[in-house]
């Protein structure tokens, strides 16, 4: 078993919001905001942001939840803009939203800490159930939505 089969069969049990938070200077969302495969990746993030600084990453990530009809690509596509970040995201037809993500550790960090605060105040429930790292494109210059 792998440890994101462990994280999802052990989902929820042990451990404090605290200890699972992994956002950077505790910026992260409380855990029962965030999923448990979510806040594994934050510490891949984390991890790589330590050992290389701003080298850019590029993750694929799939959310489920309150996701669509609520703005989710636009948001992410403004708040990946602002923080110069690349890539694209997708609504699929079973209601979940694909993204492709590019750029330093610490910005997709970000990126995630503020959608997760911009839809918590709207009680939307943003859930992550995959993620996938990939090899950067070092031709990709913005992030667009997909149709």
């Known amino acids: 078993m792998g440890i994101i089969d462990r994280i999802r069969a052990y989902a929820g049990q042990g451990g404090s919001d605290a200890e699972r938070a992994g956002g950077p200077s505790g910026s992260?969302?409380?855990?029962?905001?965030?999923?448990?495969?979510?806040l594994c990746t934050i510490k891949e993030l984390q991890r790589a942001l330590a050992q290389d600084g701003g080298a850019p990453v590029r993750?694929?990530?799939?959310f489920t939840g309150?996701?669509?009809?609520?703005?989710?690509?636009w948001t992410n596509q403004g708040t990946a803009r602002e923080l110069g970040l690349t890539g694209w995201v997708l609504n699929l037809d079973d209601g979940s939203v694909e993204m492709e993500i590019q750029g330093p550790s610490g910005d997709i960090i970000k990126?995630?800490?503020?959608v997760?605060?911009?839809?918590?105040r709207m009680r939307c429930r943003v859930w992550l159930t995959e993620a996938q790292a990939l090899d950067v494109q070092s031709?990709?210059?913005?992030f667009s939505v997909r149709y």
Do not use: I, M
């Open 116 to 120: 997760h605060a911009y839809y918590s």
């Open 28 to 38: 992260a969302a409380p855990s029962s905001q965030r999923s448990p495969l979510e």
């Open 139 to 142: 031709n990709e210059t913005g």
């Open 111 to 114: 990126h995630l800490d503020t």
């Open 59 to 62: 993750y694929r990530f799939l």
């Open 66 to 73: 309150n996701v669509q009809g609520v703005g989710f690509r």
